[in-house]
């Protein structure tokens, strides 16, 4: 089999200078390279350029070294092909599972080619809990590599349902982890539908791994524990509180622990969780104890019952890591019980005979009309660390110069497209603007094209035009930055504030881009210093991913995220004036500012420092309508402390949030809160949605999409660690659905919209049943949990009959800001139509 050390050996094969790479490149001259020089399948091998040395990070932490996921060990596994090549080569199926990664599948390609797609399927013959297939391609030559993918799970090996996954990997021979929600199954199948390339009509795989259940249970929601009880095998009374009740408090500093005094209880010991009443359970959370290490559980077992005397057949087995993270076990299927048992039936790291537990709870399956659903994980060919929602119905996103890695200046960016109309993606590197765009400023112009300034080549900024499928230079800017933010001003032209991360630390004023000129003007009168947190790394970590709103007259509004806000003039040379502090919120680098309503934002979460600091669970609203200086007052808490999260603003007002950190530390995935929130305007409070199956921290995005819905991706970009995360899925908010998770009816704008409309413009708009309201959501476009695109606004509206409508766009283009918008429709019921989009200004 080969081992986790083996795939990231494999992971390195493009990354110069380590030894693995030596190793890997020598082990690949050894190989029979005539036959694939010779071999008329062979097309042209994508160009390898070399990176520049990385200045920016330090590597990633041993943590992100490591997957979330175990790699399911696959003594017993057989593979079977939809076809495979036994003439021209031994090409078997039973190739991916042999641990060699000189030994190939490959579909049939000696006389009359099997025509595309083809499968491969694994039978792990027994049923587990399988979150990820690891794809390694054929290392000795671009043959057959998979391009676009789905990958199905099956009980019966029957029956398949819809896929798991979609998506389309990089065309290059480094290890791909094709991720989706955990679920119990005995057979996987790969099927490919295109060769990376389009080169022709074959497919191959050197080896083919699985993961197990990272811990992370999907779309299940935390069952109340009001009433529920518990017991243990044993429990220490005497030389402290160690009883079994202690992990039903909601306090993580008391703890269950087997009896140790005296002569310790043996293992295996356990803990019974009553509920009192039969309920669905499909995960069980388990946090260890806080102070020391004593009593961690490493092997384990869930069970369950309906009487609390006959325990089935275990639900979930595995062995938790050796740390203090909150540990997961998602059940190989939804089970209905009274009573949850898990038995320790080691210490973890071997240290003794004790088992501990500081909390424990149990998930069962999401209620789709009130925690909402996740559709399946798509898969990019780069990880997607910026996104912009295009006015096509497209999703543009990008990384770095490498699709899983970044670092120096090397002038050109990996790019992909999501059509969200085909659900196809497709794959770019853009080389003629000489710019890599990773880490910069986003600004999404007043036609619907987007201007991406900084990053790694901090002078420079590009323009991509959505209509022509096009990027193009424009003017550098006249101070280099990295981490900087952005937005547009109600004229048309693009602020730019800080940015310390590349350029050279310190003085990143403000300067703006003229959309007349294309040309960049310094504002003397707006430094960043006024605008810093106090972290304590300095401006090169203190004047990053700051929060603007844009209002009228070409002011700006700095909300954050340091605790002082701050109006900014963006006439002339500029200014700065105090605008108070942020209610009692400190620092709050790497949260989120969205605004929900006409003057009206809420900020949430981050941390007083970039890193290693403790989250907040804390949020905010801003109110710029009393016509004096903003008000800010706190509001409900959040269930989970976040930095790096992605927070994006719903037609309903309401503010979804997902992913983050409640200890950040970029590219680890360590503390990752799981469960997306939803905050209402009208109560102040947030709710919990159905839980998500990858992980979203550092290098996340988030975006609200014309149908009313959510993507969700990316994560990582750290090379060769476990915590890339090359893919995304689609959140439908719970105004979409009904009980059994179908969809609700909902309002459909009938009439022809116009494509761009101006400032003060009345619309007649028309529908095919009676609604409430109109509002329009500026499309947004996010990097680094800094979106300041998005914001939205109620419009007035008045009914002419028969389903017909007057709608109003602002005459204040800065409350309307130019750009691309949604309008969306709303029923009394809160049900959004799918949006038209526009160009307003």
């Known amino acids: 089999m080969l081992d986790r050390p083996g795939l990231r050996r494999l992971a390195r094969y493009r990354a110069p200078g380590l030894v693995a790479v030596a190793l890997t490149a020598v082990t690949a001259a050894l190989l029979p390279l005539a036959s694939a020089a010779d071999d008329p399948r062979n097309g042209p091998v994508p160009e390898v350029r070399q990176p520049l040395a990385a200045p920016h990070h330090r590597a990633a932490p041993a943590e992100a070294m490591r997957p979330l996921a175990p790699v399911l060990p696959r003594d017993g596994w057989t593979a079977t092909a939809s076809d495979e090549e036994t003439s021209g080569e031994n090409g078997r199926a039973a190739n991916v599972l042999d641990g060699s990664t000189a030994t190939i599948w490959h579909s049939k390609w000696t006389g009359t080619p099997a025509p595309l797609p083809h499968t491969v399927t694994v039978d792990m013959h027994r049923t587990q809990v399988v979150s990820a297939l690891v794809y390694t391609p054929r290392l000795d030559g671009p043959n057959g590599r998979v391009g676009q993918y789905a990958v199905h799970l099956s009980a019966d090996g029957a029956t398949w349902g819809s896929p798991v996954a979609t998506g389309t990997m990089a065309d290059d021979n480094t290890v791909k982890t094709l991720s989706f929600a955990p679920k119990g199954a005995r057979y996987v199948r790969l099927t490919a539908t295109t060769e990376a390339g389009g080169r022709g009509p074959w497919s191959s795989a050197s080896e083919i791994n699985l993961q197990g259940d990272p811990g992370t249970p999907a779309s299940v929601v935390e069952l109340p524990r009001d009433g529920w009880t518990a017991a243990a095998s ?276 403000g300067e703006v881009w003229s959309k007349a000129t294309g040309t960049w003007r310094n504002l003397a009168g707006v430094p960043v210093t006024n605008t810093m947190t106090q972290d304590p790394a300095g401006a090169y970590r203190a004047d990053n991913h700051q929060w603007l709103h844009a209002t009228s007259g070409g002011r700006v509004l700095h909300l954050g995220p340091s605790r002082q806000m701050n109006w900014i003039s963006t006439t002339g040379a500029g200014g700065v004036t105090t605008a108070g502090n942020r209610a009692d919120s400190a620092d709050a680098m790497n949260g989120n500012a969205i605004a929900y309503d006409i003057g009206k934002l809420l900020t949430l979460g981050g941390a007083t420092a970039y890193e290693n600091v403790q989250a907040t669970r804390r949020a905010y609203t801003v109110d710029l309508n009393g016509g004096g200086q903003p008000v800010a007052t706190r509001t409900g808490d959040m269930a989970h402390a976040r930095s790096f999260a992605n927070s994006v603003v719903m037609p309903d007002g309401k503010v979804a949030v997902f992913g983050g950190q409640s200890f950040p530390v970029p590219f680890s995935d360590a503390t990752s809160a799981m469960t997306p929130e939803i905050w209402d305007p009208a109560t102040g409070q947030f709710t919990r949605m159905a839980s998500m199956a990858v992980p979203r921290n550092y290098h996340s995005v988030a975006n609200l999409l014309p149908d009313g819905r959510i993507f969700s991706g990316g994560g990582g970009l750290c090379g060769d660690c476990a915590t890339n995360h090359a893919d995304g899925s689609v959140f439908t908010p719970p105004y979409l659905l009904n009980a059994d998770g179908t969809e609700k009816t909902r309002p459909v704008i009938n009439g022809p919209v116009p494509s761009r409309a101006a400032n003060g413009a009345k619309l007649t708009v028309t529908t095919d049943s009676a609604v409430s309201s109109f509002v329009l959501v500026r499309a947004g476009a996010a990097t680094h949990s800094t979106d300041n695109d998005q914001r939205r606004v109620p419009l007035n509206s008045t009914s002419n009959g028969s389903n017909s409508y007057e709608v109003t766009i602002p005459a204040d283009p800065g409350v309307a800001l130019p750009g691309t918008y949604m309008l969306f429709a709303m029923n009394a019921q809160g049900v959004p139509s799918v949006a038209k989009l526009l160009t307003v200004g």
């Open 234 to 509: 044993d429990e220490e009374t005497s030389g402290e509180d160690g009883r079994a009740a202690n992990v039903l408090d909601g306090d993580p500093d008391t703890q269950w622990h087997s009896r140790w005094t005296g002569t310790a209880a043996p293992l295996p010991h356990h803990i019974t969780i009553d509920m009192k009443t039969s309920r669905t359970v499909s995960a069980l959370s388990y946090q260890p104890r806080r102070a020391g290490t004593n009593g961690r559980i490493g092997a384990y077992t869930v069970t369950t019952s309906t009487d609390g005397t006959t325990f089935g057949a275990p639900v979930a087995t595995g062995t938790w890591r050796d740390d203090d993270t909150v540990k997961g076990a998602t059940f190989t299927s939804a089970v209905t019980a009274r009573y949850v048992r898990l038995t320790a039936t080691t210490e973890a790291a071997g240290r003794g005979p004790w088992s501990s537990a500081a909390e424990i709870r149990l998930s069962g399956p999401a209620s789709p009309a009130a925690h909402g659903a996740w559709g399946r994980l798509t898969g990019f060919p780069l990880v997607p660390v910026a996104t912009a929602v295009l006015p096509n119905n497209k999703l543009l996103a990008w990384s770095a110069y490498g699709t899983d890695r970044f670092g120096g200046a090397n002038g050109y960016t990996q790019t992909a497209i999501l059509d969200l109309t085909t659900g196809q993606v497709t794959q770019r590197r853009v080389d003629n603007t000489r710019h890599d765009m990773f880490c910069p400023g986003i600004a999404v112009l007043d036609d619907g094209r987007v201007l991406v300034t900084g990053g790694s080549n901090a002078e420079r900024a590009s323009i991509y035009d959505p209509v022509t499928d096009q990027w193009t230079s424009t003017t550098d800017m006249n101070v280099a930055r990295g981490y900087q933010a952005m937005t547009l001003l109600s004229n048309g032209d693009a602020f730019v504030l800080g940015g310390s991360w590349s350029g050279g630390a310190g003085n990143k004023g």
